[in-house]
């Protein structure tokens, strides 16, 4: 009988969130025969659904697309909420036995390929104690996401040690905070931010969203109208893929018009929000940014909730610098003070490559920044390795759906020729490395360099495009001719 330390599954794995979650499904469905353990370094499984805490916390994307393929998202509302969410993913892990693979609290913090016994020795600290563990897998498989759980981005704010009210920052949002009464400044202009201030503004004297650049926001029905009457009309799983498919389309168009027709689209998204806000509000100083749509992230607010409050003046907006903190606010650039008895930093993520753990490849240690990225989910030169990474411009899990599948297809195709090793090889020395992500938003542009590479073109593009990825990932070749196969010792 093997001892713990030496315990072997054929995939390892890592993270227990939403990307976790569907992969093991995705396993124990298409590849019945083969072992697999989930390891989760923190207590609970939900992953972000888990961690974030703060007020309001919803989807930024409609649960027909963030839902998995497999298990139709049932509820009323297409913008669900946070424990709405956590829910659905406890209940998919439940209702499919995966609940039982998890190991909670242990943490991947190192792992080694080894060519001559061809497998990963797998490298975890176990429990609060962080006793040493480790495993052995002949695949390992990232779904850890993209961001560090332990901490948030909080710039340098000069004077903060004078502020005497209190800073917290979202993603550690702490249990005992009340803010009913109180006058909150929310510091941001991503989806956290514009989600945080409607749901704060109904209990504080006021909240104030305090931006350094205006995001381009657009209000969405938080429930879908087609998808309810498809429901009424056709069989549950039918009705959910109808609309789902309905949502990614719509999604490609809209994306696509916005970087082809950038003008139009920006007109047509102001145009909303000066129909939310009145013709006297300026829009031009608050919601007008100076990039593209699409050059970041498109900020969604269900059924307008946020331009509610602005009209109702429970909400407002300024669009400034920091100065620095007083002991009673911020004061800005411009020499205005905000008065805060509460403020939120919602600046942004620490991005985190693969999981923040540390790979060596036959003794040699792997610089993510050196590899190329292989059809969005593999790196030039690393064995038996992918990692969940979603879209950019569209839902989550609709890449990590087929990320999980063509890891399925990988392992059976090598089951059935007898390989035990799969590497993705770049042979073109003049393949020109381009950044993993050509997006402008801060968070990412803070991180990028450290990420892996893409190139010019397939399979080390990365293609922010669902329809083309499903044709290459689901019907495309496996061996492809830069793919590596082979069965060492």
């Not at 703060?54 to 989807?59: D, L, T």
């Not at 800073?167 to 550690?172: E, L, M, N, R």
């Not at 650049?213 to 429901?231: M, Q």
Request: hydrophobic fraction near 35%; proline fraction near 6%.
């Amino acid at each position: 009988m093997e001892t713990q330390e030496a315990q072997h599954f054929d995939v390892l794995i890592v993270g227990a969130g939403l990307s976790g979650i569907g992969a093991g499904y995705h396993l124990q469905t298409r590849c019945p025969g083969r072992s697999y353990a989930i390891l989760e370094g923190r207590e609970r499984s939900g992953g972000t659904w888990d961690l974030f805490r703060y007020p309001g916390v919803r989807s930024d994307s409609d649960m027909y697309t963030l839902g998995y393929a497999f298990r139709p998202w049932r509820q009323a509302k297409s913008i669900a909420d946070g424990p709405s969410i956590l829910n659905y993913l406890r209940e998919t892990a439940q209702r499919h036995g995966i609940d039982k693979k998890i190991r909670f609290n242990e943490r991947v913090v190192r792992a080694a390929w080894s060519t001559p016994d061809g497998c990963w020795h797998v490298d975890v600290e176990q429990g609060p104690e962080r006793r040493a563990l480790r495993l052995r897998c002949n695949f390992l498989f990232l779904c850890s996401g993209y961001y560090r759980y332990d901490a948030g981005y909080t710039p340098q704010f000069a004077g903060i040690g004078d502020y005497t009210g209190r800073v917290v920052h979202p993603q550690h949002w702490p249990d005992d905070l009340d803010c009913a009464g109180k006058r909150v400044v929310v510091i941001g202009s991503g989806a956290t931010a514009m989600t945080l201030v409607p749901a704060l503004a109904e209990t504080a004297a006021h909240v104030t969203l305090l931006q350094r650049s205006p995001t381009y926001v657009v209000a969405r029905p938080a429930e879908d109208p087609i998808a309810h009457r498809l429901r009424r009309l056709l069989p549950a799983r039918l009705a959910y893929g109808l609309t789902r498919w309905k949502n990614v389309l719509l999604g490609m168009f809209f994306f696509r018009l916005a970087r082809r027709r950038p003008d139009r689209v920006k007109r047509m998204i102001l145009g909303g929000v000066r129909q939310a806000l009145g013709p006297d509000y300026d829009v031009a100083t608050h919601f007008t940014p100076r990039y593209n749509p699409w050059d970041q992230r498109v900020c969604l607010v269900p059924d307008g909730d946020l331009f509610a409050a602005i009209r109702a003046g429970r909400a407002s907006m300024v669009t400034d610098q920091v100065d620095t903190f007083t002991p009673r606010g911020i004061r800005l650039q411009s020499g205005r003070e905000l008065e805060a008895d509460v403020v939120v930093t919602a600046t942004g993520l620490e991005l985190q490559v693969l999981g923040g753990i540390a790979l060596e490849v036959d003794g040699r240690r792997v610089e993510p920044a050196s590899t190329f990225n292989y059809k969005g989910m593999m790196f030039s030169d690393v064995p038996n390795l992918a990692s969940s990474f979603g879209y950019t411009n569209a839902s989550w899990t609709l890449k990590s759906d087929l990320t999980c599948a063509y890891v399925c297809r990988l392992l059976n195709h090598m089951a059935r020729h007898g390989w035990t090793q799969c590497t993705p090889r770049n042979t073109d020395p003049a393949l020109a490395p381009e950044p993993w992500l050509d997006f402008s938003s801060g968070y990412v542009q803070r991180a990028v360099g450290k990420f892996p590479k893409q190139g010019p073109r397939t399979p080390w593009r990365v293609h922010q495009n669902y329809a083309r990825d499903l044709l290459s990932l689901k019907f495309g070749r496996v061996d492809d001719g830069v793919m590596e196969f082979s069965r060492p010792g």
